[in-house]
């Protein structure tokens, strides 16, 4: 298969929670050491990213050593208030190691609502990267109550990065999940689900294909994953939803390598779809 053209400045990168844990509970430091690699690579190259990072639960929970996500919503938030500050002493350990510095962002979608807190967010990840430091966002879980229990229809990491790439003009959001990409069904459900490299409209057939989370520790399943592509397309923008298992797949993403699954505008697709030929 051919090459992805991929024309890209600035991008937003997203990690879920199955990614950063491992299926015993524990913190997945590969996954953090080689995000933190293939970031840092990046920016030395002189593309501007933003991270937006879930995690917080899940390491807060491997901290206590806890095996069942608390039902008691501030059970959840003291949780995350634990596992927010270890997760980023890993990431700036990590990220150090390699050179780069970072700087963490506790945001809830509703600073984008108001023109004034929008502008600070913005003033501030500008300022960042002006300095090439990565911005590090995640929600503030001690605020952002609806995204925990999932009670609404928005709030979660997968809608917040598409929010946060579409006020900074990312070109790309990349979207790095515990599956490889969106399936015509649940491959955990279904062996013979079939991956859709490519998605140009977000028709009803590939909104019916998107079911929740199967795993332990992710929240928002496809449907979320979804509604961050919608929101990147309608923006003119582009999305790919890719492995989270080895993050240098971001490395690969960026020079046009065919993984995962693409979405965009269809007049951005003719360079893309030439590559399924
Ligand atoms: N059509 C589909 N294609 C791929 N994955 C799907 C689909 N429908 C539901 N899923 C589920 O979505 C999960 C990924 O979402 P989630 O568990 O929230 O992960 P993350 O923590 O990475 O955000 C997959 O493991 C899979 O079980
Ligand atoms: N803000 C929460 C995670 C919310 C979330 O969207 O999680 P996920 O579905 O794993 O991306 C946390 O850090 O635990």
Redesign the pocket.
């Known amino acids: 298969m051919a090459k992805r053209a991929m024309q890209c400045k600035r991008l937003v990168v ?5 990614s950063l844990i491992h299926p015993n509970g524990k913190v997945n430091l590969q996954t953090i050491d080689r995000l933190a690699y293939a970031l840092t690579a990046l920016n030395n190259q002189g593309y501007e990213l933003v991270l937006v ?8 929970m491997a901290e206590l050593g806890m095996s069942k996500r608390p039902a008691v919503i501030a059970e959840q938030q003291a ?2 208030a634990i ?2 500050s270890e ?1 980023m002493t890993l990431y700036t350990q990590r990220f150090s190691d390699y050179g780069a510095k970072i700087g963490q962002l506790l945001l809830t979608h509703d600073v984008f609502d108001y023109p004034m807190n929008r502008q600070h967010v913005l003033d501030t990840i500008d300022a960042l990267l002006a300095q090439q430091v990565i911005p590090v966002i ?2 503030n ?1 001690s605020v ?1 109550v609806d ?2 229990d999932h009670r609404t229809t928005f709030g ?3 809608q ?1 990065s598409a929010l946060v790439a579409k006020q900074i003009g990312a070109d790309l959001l990349v979207v790095l999940s515990d599956i490889d990409g969106l399936y015509d069904r649940d491959p955990n459900r279904h062996p013979n689900a079939a991956l859709m490299p490519t998605i140009t409209q977000l028709s009803a057939k590939v909104l019916a294909a998107a079911g929740g ?1 199967s795993t332990r ?4 399943g496809m449907v ?1 994953k979804l509604k961050a592509a919608k929101t990147m397309m309608r923006a003119g923008k582009q999305m790919v939803l890719a492995s989270g298992r080895d993050p240098r797949i971001v490395l690969q993403i960026l020079a046009g390598d065919p993984v995962g699954t693409w979405f965009g505008q269809p007049k951005q697709a003719a360079s893309v779809s030439q590559s399924f030929q």
């Open positions: 997203k990690i879920g929670t199955s990072t879930s995690g917080a639960i899940g390491v807060g949780l995350a596992g927010q997760l995640n929600e879980d952002a995204e925990l979660d990491n997968d917040l989370s520790f992710g929240t928002g979320t």
